[in-house]
């Protein structure tokens, strides 16, 4: 069965300064794997995909993601925070099959600190 | 382009009561799933329709519903209320088809509380 995880519930870092959101992966077949973020009561917005070539995906807002297969992780990465980057970040993982699917990491609260 | 619209955003029910959400998805878009967000278990998938038909089926109990319509717009529906379907309900919308896997947009969600 597919599964993502994120093991931290929460990130703190000053502004400026780059920021990783870590998350790994279990999957069998190939991992279709997706960044999205969370601003308070809203939806969620899609930042990045991984689907194959490239290790390292860019996205949305600056954001950019590295894809590791031996160490199954696609952390999110940014190298200079902002405030406004505080916000809770899910990693998902598509499931297997026709579907779209989605499988969520419990996700991480990003604190960007002035 | 409009964005993946759901009505409506906020909604108080009783134990016991049914409810309909709604979701209109991005145009072009003919799949539509819907997942349920609590603090407890946060993001758990309900289910995904294509072209009217549900095509996958989250681990939630039968008084869960949805269907699509012929625009693909979609509805849900929860029969008998209790206390623990409070939750944010997302509806995300894709494309589909032999390029992909495609992204999922999300609406606003309708927030559901239950007392």
């Known amino acids: 069965a597919q599964s993502v995880a994120q093991p931290e519930d929460q990130v703190n870092v000053a502004e400026g300064n780059p920021l990783t959101v870590k998350c790994t992966y279990s999957?069998?077949?190939?991992?279709?794997l997706f960044w999205y973020v969370q601003y308070p009561n809203r939806g969620l917005q899609f930042l990045l995909k991984?689907?194959?070539?490239?290790?390292l995906v860019k996205g949305s807002y600056g954001f950019e993601a590295e894809f590791n297969k031996s160490q199954t992780s696609f952390h999110l990465k940014k190298p200079s925070a902002l405030v406004s980057d505080s916000a809770l970040y899910f990693c998902?993982?598509?499931?297997?099959?026709?579907?779209?699917?989605?499988?969520f990491g419990t996700g991480t609260l990003l604190a960007v600190q002035p | 382009k409009a964005g993946v619209t759901q009505t409506p955003r906020y909604l108080i029910k009783t134990r016991g009561q049914q409810v309909t959400l709604s979701c209109s998805p991005i145009?072009?878009?003919?799949?539509v799933s819907w997942y349920q967000q609590t603090p407890g278990q946060g993001l758990q998938f309900l289910f995904e329709y294509f072209s009217e038909t549900q095509r996958n089926k989250g681990n939630f109990p039968g008084r869960f519903s949805g269907r699509q319509f012929s625009n693909s717009r979609s509805e849900m529906n929860v029969s008998t209320l209790e206390l623990g379907d409070s939750a944010l309900y997302l509806c995300a919308s894709s494309l589909t088809g032999a390029v992909g896997p495609y992204e999922q947009y999300f609406g606003p969600g309708t927030r559901l509380t239950v007392t």
């Open positions: 999957v069998s077949g190939n991992p279709y």
């Open positions: 145009s072009g878009h003919r799949s």
């Open positions: 998902a993982v598509r499931d297997g099959g026709a579907t779209n699917k989605l499988i």
């Open positions: 991984y689907i194959t070539g490239d290790n």
